[in-house]
C-alpha cells in the first residue's frame, strides 16, 4: 500500500479535461486502490509518474535553470509539500502552474508506460516492470553458457520504495535492487509456529535444489516455517553434513 498516493490522487481530483488521454490517466489512478500489487495498471502508472516525471516537471518549473542539475527530479517529500501549497516560485499563478505539472508529467507517464506495456491500459501491470533477479556473486567470471544457470530467474514483484514490501528500483529499467532479502515473523514463546523467508536460497550453490527455490516465495511475499525446536528440525532435515578431522 503507497500512502503517499492518497495526497497525490486529491491533488487529481478537481481536475476536469477534455483530452481523451489524461481523462483515461485520470480515470485509471482515481480507480487505483493504492495497493501496489504486482497485477495493478494503476500502480505501474502512479510509480512511473511519481518516480520519474513528477519531480522532473516540478524542478522545471520551479528551481533556477542553474540549480537544476544539482537538485536532479528533486525530493518526492518536497515536491508533494509544494504542489499542496503552491507558490511564487512556481510563477504568477501557482495553482494553474501546479496543475500544468500535474498533467503534464502524467501524460509523460501514461506515454512511457504504454511505449513500454501498450496501448492498452487494461493489459498494464506493475510487475510487468518492477521485477527481481539474483545472479551468483561469480556469474561474471564465468562462462556465457554458464551464467543463465547461476540466476535465479526473473519474477515480477509487488511494493515500492515506500511500501511494506519494501522493494527499491532502478529508474531506468525498474530492475530491484534494494529490499529485505530475508524475513521473519517471531512467534515468542512457541517458536515453532514462527516463519521466515530467504531468498533465492538457503544454497549457494547454483547446482542445489535449495539455489533458487524460495525465491518465487520471496518475490509474493510468503513465507516458510522457521523450524525452531530440535524435534521441529528433525522433522523437516532432508541431509546431514557431518564434518569430521582425519586426526
Given at each position: 500500500y503507497n500512502?503517499?498516493?492518497r495526497r497525490m490522487l486529491a491533488l487529481l481530483a478537481p481536475i476536469k479535461t477534455n483530452d481523451a488521454k489524461l481523462a483515461a490517466a485520470l480515470k485509471l489512478l482515481r480507480d487505483w486502490d493504492h495497493r501496489t500489487a504486482s497485477d495493478s495498471p494503476g500502480a505501474a502508472l502512479y510509480e512511473v509518474w511519481t518516480a520519474k516525471h513528477l519531480g522532473k516537471?516540478?524542478?522545471?518549473?520551479?528551481?533556477?535553470q542553474a540549480a537544476r542539475a544539482t537538485v536532479g527530479n528533486g525530493d518526492l517529500a518536497a515536491v508533494m509539500l509544494l504542489l499542496e501549497h503552491p507558490d511564487a516560485s512556481l510563477?504568477?499563478?501557482p495553482a494553474d502552474a501546479r496543475d500544468q505539472i500535474l498533467t503534464s508529467s502524467l501524460l509523460a507517464a501514461y506515454d512511457e508506460v504504454a511505449?513500454?506495456?501498450g496501448p492498452d491500459?487494461?493489459?498494464?501491470?506493475?510487475?510487468?516492470?518492477?521485477q527481481a533477479r539474483f545472479d551468483h556473486a561469480l556469474t561474471p567470471l564465468a562462462p556465457a553458457a554458464d551464467r543463465p544457470a547461476m540466476s535465479s530467474g526473473t519474477l515480477p514483484m509487488a511494493g515500492t520504495m515506500l511500501s511494506p514490501l519494501a522493494a527499491t528500483w532502478r529508474a531506468d529499467d525498474y530492475r530491484v535492487?534494494?529490499?529485505?532479502?530475508?524475513?521473519m515473523i517471531l512467534d515468542v514463546g512457541a517458536w515453532d509456529n514462527s516463519l521466515a523467508i530467504n531468498t533465492p536460497g538457503q544454497s549457494g550453490s547454483p547446482g542445489s535444489a535449495h539455489y533458487r527455490d524460495l525465491f518465487p516465495k520471496w518475490a509474493k511475499g510468503e513465507y516458510v516455517p522457521l523450524s525452531y525446536s530440535r524435534k521441529a528440525v528433525e522433522a523437516v532435515t532432508e541431509r546431514v553434513l557431518k564434518l569430521q578431522p582425519t586426526s
Open positions: 500512502i503517499t498516493s516537471a516540478t524542478v522545471a518549473r520551479a528551481v533556477p510563477g504568477a499563478n511505449a513500454k506495456l491500459s487494461k493489459t498494464w501491470a506493475w510487475g510487468k516492470l518492477h535492487i534494494a529490499g529485505a532479502s530475508f524475513r
